[in-house]
């Protein structure tokens, strides 16, 4: 089994996979679960939360009855049993900004914003699935691709379009990192890419 080295881009680390694997969010096809799959919210920091306490009137309407009760009574995040605060969620399931048309489900808080209606988007560790972002006790940040069952149709539709992770994921990247790390990354996507064709 050949190994495949953690790649290092300025502060941070990523796991090749990123580079080498395709990925393209297919919405019709998956009809939104990664919002309502899983056991826990999507990860936030604490600017994010005071964003999305701002935000939130604004997307107060369409939100369920279920999910305004959960934020009455806890907030829009809490910290989950792993110690990670986290985006309330409703039944143990459902995000709380999670909202269904057409048999699809949505992010209630990037709807207002694609609408104008606010400034925030939504949690970076939203943008950035099918990565995972965590900062280590060094400082430094580890990206990891995270495999999920409910995304296989994203695989599918990536590895037709041949779109590798990081370029699908351009927007969310440079928002988290800035436009000149990107930049980085790309050179040391074709250099690692160039080096395994020799391999």
């Excluded at 050949?2 to 694997?21: A, F, N, R, S």
């Excluded at 990664?34 to 999305?52: H, N």
């Excluded at 269904?100 to 925030?120: I, P, V």
């Amino acid at each position: 089994m050949k190994h495949y080295p953690i790649l290092q881009v300025g502060d941070v680390l990523l796991t090749p996979d990123i580079i080498t694997e395709h990925f393209c969010c297919d919405l019709e096809a998956c009809k939104g679960s990664c919002c309502v799959e899983g056991d826990a919210g999507a990860p936030v920091t604490l600017d994010e939360v005071e964003a999305i306490e701002e935000a939130t009137e604004k997307v107060w309407d369409e939100l369920s009855a279920s999910a305004q009760a959960v934020i009455d009574r806890q907030g829009v995040a809490y910290t989950d049993e792993e110690g990670d605060l986290v985006t309330s969620i409703v039944g143990g399931k459902d995000c709380v900004f999670t909202c269904h048309e057409n048999d699809c489900c949505f992010c209630a808080l990037e709807k207002a914003y694609r609408q104008g209606l606010t400034t925030f988007c939504k949690p970076i560790s939203c943008a950035l699935y099918p990565i995972r972002c965590k900062t280590l006790s060094n400082g430094l940040v580890a990206l990891n691709y995270h495999r999920w069952e409910v995304c296989r149709e994203a695989v599918k539709k990536g590895d037709e379009l041949q779109l590798p992770i990081y370029k699908f994921l351009r927007e969310p990247l440079v928002r988290k990192f800035g436009e000149a790390w990107y930049h980085e990354l790309e050179e040391a996507a074709e250099v690692y890419l160039s080096m395994d064709k020799e391999d």
